[in-house]
């Protein structure tokens, strides 16, 4: 595994395929990564781009964007994919100002080129607000959607403009690694519920915090530790 601090341009070597997966990251979490896993092995992807959000524009009160992205890059380190290049990127942290999943995905795409597979890879919770992002049906202009749900996610409870976008751009995961973007992909496999909520209370008093130690990585465990995170909420 090779991990980067940064989204730099590199030398392109045959028909890439990136799996782009943001978040709060407020802290990354064993949800996370493997989400991460799974959707390499689906997509076969030749990069895992890790991208912890800068200020996000819907959220208030989250930790200061040094902690959770010293915490990616812990749980990077943990991310053994065989193969693929794992990248921890600090486009949105450097961008000043709030910070749009769209402009990211330009971004990105101005990199890769016209040709790469690009695809967005989120949970349901997000999926379910998705019409609630900044020029949120641009995003297909850029990248495939793709989505992995959780126990209990119904897709007859999405909002009707996200409903409607998914049953006409619904598409196997073969379509998604041969086509550069604007198809979405619903897996079902892992089913799992960790929440970054449930951690960051835990971690207030550290009481009981044994099942949320086991839901992160040991090294972002450390972490939040040794820097106090989360103690005063």
Not at 88 to 101: F, P, S, W
Request: with cysteine; hydrophobic share 45%.
């Amino acid at each position: 595994m090779a991990v980067t601090s940064s989204a730099k341009p590199g030398v392109k070597l045959g028909f890439k395929r990136v799996g782009l997966l943001g978040g709060t990251f407020d802290p990354i979490h064993n949800g996370h990564l493997a989400l991460a896993r799974r959707f390499t092995e689906l997509l076969n992807l030749t990069d895992m781009v890790l991208l912890p959000a800068g200020q996000p524009w819907q959220k208030a009160g989250v930790s200061a964007p040094e902690h959770r992205l010293a915490m990616t890059r812990a749980a990077a380190e943990s991310l053994d994919l065989d193969g693929v290049h794992v990248i921890v990127a600090t486009d949105e942290i450097d961008r000043q100002g709030d910070t749009y999943t769209v402009d990211t995905l330009a971004h990105w795409r101005a990199r890769e080129g016209a040709e790469a597979s690009i695809s967005l890879l989120m949970g349901a919770d997000q999926l379910v607000k998705l019409n609630s992002w900044h020029r949120w049906t641009e995003l297909f202009d850029y990248a495939h959607v793709c989505v992995e749900t959780r126990a209990g996610f119904d897709v007859a409870t999405l909002p009707a403009p996200v409903a409607a976008e998914l049953e006409r751009r619904i598409a196997p995961a073969k379509t998604l690694k041969a086509t550069p973007h604007g198809h979405m992909l619903i897996d079902e496999r892992l089913l799992m519920d960790i929440s970054a909520t449930a951690i960051r209370e835990e971690a207030q008093t550290m009481s009981g915090a044994t099942d949320a130690r086991a839901q992160v990585p040991s090294a972002v465990w450390d972490y939040i530790v040794q820097h106090h995170l989360y103690r005063s909420r």
